[in-house]
């Protein structure tokens, strides 16, 4: 039997837009009542959300946005925040604010069905990006020494690839993709690196985002069968064998693996890296021969 269908016999698989009976509670991405001022220095206010930073860090922004809202556009395949007004010099970039919008954490852990569509559109999705994203020599940043001992393989990357920046569009039934910032865990600016990175960013959030005690027994393997499943399909270059030696430790440290101090919270640690060491010796696309 085909992959895909043996992954259906245990988590079913709707068409991309397919709305599911019941449904959940709508999760808000942004707040369209006034404006806030946020940790972070991003700010929201009706119709529009802005973030702040340096100089470099919203041109680098700015231009990854730009070309990955391109890339969406041309291939219908995801959609991209527009950019509405953007001021590098002052360190300021206002972007399309867009409510309704529901994260792969939300949709995994009310267990919505579509978080499959959505992975096989994000799979589909993120290896467009690979094969068309291009930046300038002076935004082509690879990352901090250490990170990559293979240095194979490198493409330009959404650089912090989670579940939390990865959103279902409830009214246009789209996948959106947001946050083209390269993520504070790696130490620095990153947009040129091995595709793995983006690849095993996302299996490991999909292992460590979601809340453990909200549905503890989510299906996160099949999840990442179903992501890497779509995005081999369209990348002809992905390898299981360099997916599995990529250092996924490093990735795993650096951003998701947080012990908390209660007994409850270290077991949930515990358990997940369990959950993510047995689908990475078992997992039927990875080892099909198993």
């Known amino acids: 039997m085909p992959f895909l269908g043996r992954l259906s016999a245990y988590y079913p698989v709707v068409p991309a837009g397919q709305g599911v009976p019941g449904g959940c509670e709508e ?27 340096t100089p470099e860090q919203i041109r680098l922004e700015l231009r ?17 925040p527009r950019v509405i007004e953007a001021d590098p010099d002052a360190g300021r970039l206002e972007l399309e604010l867009m409510p309704g919008l529901r994260t792969l954490t939300d949709l995994t852990g009310s267990g919505d069905a579509r978080v499959m569509p959505a992975l096989d559109l994000l799979g589909k999705s993120l290896a467009d990006v690979h094969r068309r994203l291009r930046l300038t020599p002076e935004l082509t940043l690879p990352p901090p020494a250490g990170w990559e001992a ?6 330009f990357i959404h ?17 959106v993709i947001v ?3 390269a993520g ?3 130490g620095a600016p990153v947009t040129f690196a091995s595709r793995y990175l983006d690849l ?9 985002e979601p809340s453990w005690f909200r549905r503890p027994l989510y299906p996160a393997g099949a999840m990442c069968d179903q992501f890497l499943a779509s995005y081999a399909s369209g990348c002809s270059d992905f390898s299981t064998e360099r997916f599995l030696r990529y250092d996924s430790d490093r990735v795993i440290v ?16 515990w358990a997940r890296r369990e959950r993510w060491a047995r689908w990475r010796r078992a997992s039927p696309f990875l080892r099909p021969d198993q």
């Open 27 to 53: 999760a808000t991405v942004g707040d369209e009542q006034g404006d806030a001022r946020a940790s972070d220095g991003r700010s929201r206010k009706s119709g529009s959300f802005t973030k702040t930073g």
């Open 64 to 80: 990854k946005t730009l070309a990955a809202r391109d890339i969406g556009m041309a291939s219908g395949l995801f959609y991209v």
């Open 150 to 155: 293979q240095g194979e393989d490198r493409v």
């Open 159 to 175: 650089g912090d690839l989670t579940m939390n920046n990865v959103c279902w569009d409830e009214a246009a039934g789209r996948l």
């Open 179 to 181: 946050d083209w910032a």
């Open 184 to 186: 504070p865990a790696l």
């Open 200 to 208: 095993v960013w996302l299996c490991a959030g999909v292992f460590w």
């Open 254 to 269: 650096a951003a998701f693996h947080k012990w908390g101090r209660s007994r409850r919270a270290r077991f949930a640690q």
